[in-house]
C-alpha cells in the first residue's frame, strides 16, 4: 500500500549514484509531496569523491557551505529523508533540527558504517534510521531494510541472453582480481561480458601500485567512462546470470543483487549472507568463494526460477519506500 505524502514537504539529501536519487524524488513526488533536493557528496571530480571516503575532513567546510547556502530555512519541511549523510556535518545537523522542529528525520544507510564510520556520531539526529546491512543494524540498534530495484530492471518478457554471464562495477579492493578468476575458470563455450570501471586513469596507475590485486592488470582491462543506467539495464537483460562482488568489508547486498532480482536473472555472488534473505532460491543463485570462485557449469544451463510475487514487491522501490517511510505515512 503507497502511504500518502499529500501537501507534505520533504527535503531529500542523496548522493548521485546512476540516477537513483532521481527515481526516489520521484516517487515520493508521485505521492503527492513538494521535494527538495540537496546532494550528499556535493562534489563531482573523482578527486574530491575520494578525499570525502578517506579524509572526510578535509572537505567538510565546503560541504557546510554548501548546505547552508542551499538550504531553504523557511521552508518548514513535514520530513527530511537522508541517503548516507556522509557529508552531513553535526554543526548542519543541529541547525536543521532546530529550523524544522516539527519534521520527522529518517536515515537510509546503503553504505555499511565500516565505510562511513563518520555518520555514527550522527545516528542521534534521526527519529528513525535504517540500514541495508543487518551487521550494522544489530551493532547500532537501527531498523533493517535491504535495498531495492527500481521499474528500469523489470525484465521485459522477450528478453533473450546473449551472454552467459556478465559484471558490471566499479574495480575497487579485489574485484579485478575475482573477475579474471572467474574468467578463468570459465568453459571455452560461454559468453561473458566483463565491464570493469575506473574513474580515471590515475586510479589504474594508483592501483598498479598500491593494490595487489593490480599486478597483472592492464589498462586496457578497464573502461575509464561510466556507462548509463539504459546501457547497465540492456546489458542485464541479455545475460543469462550476474556476477555481483561485494566490498569485503560490507555484508549487506549491493544494489546489483537486488537489480538482478528485478531483472529475474541469475546471480554468481562472493556474498554468502544472500542465503539469508526471502528471496534466496539455489536455483537462481550461486554462491562462490571470493579466493577460489568456481561457478558450477550446471548453473549457467538450468533454467531461473520465479519468486514469489510478494517478495518480488517488498523489494521494488515502492515496497522500498513504503517500508521505510510507512512508520509515519499513514
Not at 548509463?228 to 561485494?246: G, H
Request: aromatic letters at 16%; one cysteine or more; charged letters at 25%.
Amino acid at each position: 500500500m503507497k502511504h500518502s505524502l499529500e501537501s507534505k514537504k520533504v527535503l531529500l539529501v542523496a548522493p548521485q549514484f546512476f540516477g537513483y536519487e532521481e527515481e526516489i524524488r520521484t516517487e515520493i513526488e508521485r505521492r503527492g509531496a513538494q521535494v527538495d533536493f540537496l546532494l550528499d557528496r556535493p562534489f563531482t571530480s573523482p578527486f574530491l569523491k575520494a578525499i570525502t571516503r578517506w579524509r572526510r575532513q578535509w572537505v567538510m567546510a565546503s560541504a557546510d557551505n554548501y548546505y547552508l547556502k542551499h538550504t531553504n530555512l523557511d521552508a518548514g519541511y513535514d520530513y527530511v529523508f537522508v541517503i548516507n549523510g556522509q557529508t552531513l556535518s553535526t554543526q548542519v545537523l543541529e541547525l536543521w533540527r532546530r529550523k524544522f522542529g516539527h519534521a520527522k528525520f529518517f536515515l537510509y544507510m546503503w553504505d555499511s558504517f565500516g565505510n562511513r564510520r563518520d555518520v555514527i556520531s550522527n545516528l542521534r539526529f534521526f527519529d528513525h534510521a535504517f540500514t541495508f546491512d543487518r551487521s550494522d543494524a544489530l551493532s547500532y540498534g537501527i531498523h533493517f531494510r535491504p535495498l531495492f530495484f527500481s521499474k528500469g530492471f523489470e525484465a521485459p518478457a522477450d528478453s533473450l541472453p546473449q551472454w552467459d554471464i556478465s559484471f558490471i562495477g566499479t574495480a575497487h579492493t579485489d574485484r579485478y582480481a575475482i573477475v579474471s578468476k572467474v574468467a578463468a575458470g570459465l568453459g571455452e563455450d560461454i559468453q561473458s561480458y566483463w565491464y570493469l570501471f575506473l574513474q580515471a586513469q590515475w586510479v589504474y596507475w594508483l592501483y598498479r601500485a598500491i593494490n595487489p590485486g593490480f599486478s597483472t592488470a592492464k589498462r586496457m582491462d578497464f573502461r575509464f567512462a561510466p556507462l548509463t543506467k539504459p546501457d547497465v539495464q540492456r546489458v542485464f537483460f541479455a545475460s543469462y546470470a550476474v556476477l555481483d562482488i561485494e566490498h569485503p568489508q560490507q555484508t549487506g547486498l549491493t544494489m546489483r543483487t537486488l537489480e538482478t532480482l528485478g531483472a529475474r536473472k541469475k546471480l554468481v555472488t562472493t556474498n554468502a549472507s544472500v542465503r539469508e534473505y526471502d528471496f534466496y532460491s539455489p536455483h537462481n543463485i550461486c554462491v562462490i568463494d571470493r579466493d577460489d570462485p568456481i561457478i558450477p557449469a550446471a548453473f549457467l544451463r538450468t533454467p531461473y526460477v520465479d519468486v514469489d510475487p510478494a517478495i518480488y514487491q517488498r523489494y521494488r522501490l515502492e515496497g522500498w519506500l513504503d517500508e521505510i517511510l510507512g512508520s509515519e505515512l499513514v
